[in-house]
C-alpha cells in the first residue's frame, strides 16, 4: 500500500476548496482517505492567512514513514518550508553543446557545483 500525500476537492460548482489528505493511492480523488492534514482555499486572497493551512507535524510524520506528495503537494510544501527543492538536471543549451548533468537553483536559476 502507498500513501499519496494529495487534495480533494470539496466545495460546489465554481467554488472549490481543497484538503490536504493521507491517501491510499489506489482510493479515489475524493475517496477514502486516511488522515486530513490540512486545507487550501484557491479563491482568497495570496497574502491571506485563511489561504493554507497544514498540520506540520502531521505532514513531517507522513513523509518520514514513506508518503509520496503529488507535484501540486508538493510544490505547496516547498512554499512551506517543509521540503526542500527538486534538483532540475540541465541536459543540453541553445547551441546545441551538451553539458554534463548539471544541478540548477530552482530559486536562482544559478548552476550548483
Request: charged share 30%.
Amino acid at each position: 500500500m502507498t500513501v499519496k500525500i494529495r487534495l480533494a476537492r470539496l466545495g460546489c460548482k465554481h467554488r472549490p476548496f481543497y484538503r490536504l489528505v493521507a491517501a491510499d493511492d489506489k482510493s479515489r480523488r475524493d475517496g477514502k482517505q486516511i488522515e486530513v492534514l490540512g486545507f487550501f482555499d484557491p479563491l482568497q486572497g495570496k497574502d491571506d492567512e485563511k489561504r493554507v493551512s497544514l498540520k506540520y507535524d502531521r505532514i513531517k510524520y507522513w513523509l518520514s514513514v514513506g508518503a509520496q506528495p503529488t507535484d501540486t503537494v508538493e510544490n505547496m510544501l516547498f512554499r512551506a518550508g517543509l521540503i526542500p527543492p527538486k534538483a532540475r538536471v540541465v541536459v543540453g543549451s541553445k547551441n546545441g553543446e551538451q553539458s554534463a548533468n548539471l544541478h540548477v537553483s530552482p530559486i536562482t536559476g544559478e548552476v550548483l557545483n
